[in-house]
């Protein structure tokens, strides 16, 4: 299983790398994190801020075709379940998060994604147009940074299949029905539904 993900990790790199040249290495003069502040490309919505780096905004970013997008989640929020036209590679920086991906066969897969230490499962990689919802279901904030083998990324909200993805998403979002109105009008943030915090520990019973 371990070779595996390091042959998934190491083929995601290879191609987004694939257009750099080989001779040369590229290293910004500040801190990477730091370059999210000044990129001026900021979405914030409730319980969410997105702070998003094109190819052009950092330097040799843009020899290697990649792009990235620095994600704030306070406790109890999802982000809106989509897709992207692209490949994402999401890290966790700080906190813990579950990323849900339905597949083809109606089945469901949740990955608890823990920030990077050396026993934890600290990232997930999305394939194109693969239907993915990030939450934090904790009572502390999480920090992702997700990366794109694009120098432009983009998404497209998918609402429609809410109906597989996990009740409380779809609670959360619709209360359980959907509509063509929540086509037209993406919620981008919603509040994990039941999630209750306290002191920093969740007090209902729906722990996840």
């Known amino acids: 299983m371990a070779r595996s993900t390091f042959a998934a990790v190491a083929l995601t790199l290879a191609c987004c790398l694939a257009a750099a040249q080989a001779q040369l290495v590229y290293t910004g003069p500040e801190s990477f994190i730091n370059s999210f502040d000044t990129a001026g490309n900021l979405l914030t919505a409730k319980g969410a801020m997105i702070s998003l780096i094109t190819a052009g905004e950092v330097y040799g970013s843009n020899v290697a075709g990649l792009s990235a997008a620095l994600i704030t989640l306070e406790p109890c929020t999802i982000l809106e379940p989509h897709t992207h036209p692209h490949s994402e590679f999401a890290y966790t920086l700080s906190g813990s998060v579950v990323h849900s991906t339905p597949y083809n066969n109606l089945t469901l897969f949740n990955l608890t994604a823990n920030e990077g230490t050396a026993d934890a499962r600290g990232f997930a990689i999305f394939p194109s147009n693969q239907l993915h919802v990030t939450y934090n279901p904790t009572c502390e904030s999480a920090q992702i940074l997700s990366v794109f083998c694009t120098p432009y990324p ?15 998403v779809t609670q959360s ?36």
Do not use: M
């Open 154 to 168: 983009s998404l497209n909200f998918f609402p429609y299949a809410q109906s597989l993805l996990p009740k409380e």
């Open 173 to 208: 979002y619709f209360d359980g029905s959907v509509s063509n109105k929540h086509l037209a009008n993406p919620i981008i943030t919603a509040k994990l539904e039941g999630c209750k915090c306290r002191k920093g520990d969740r007090t209902d019973r729906k722990r996840r």
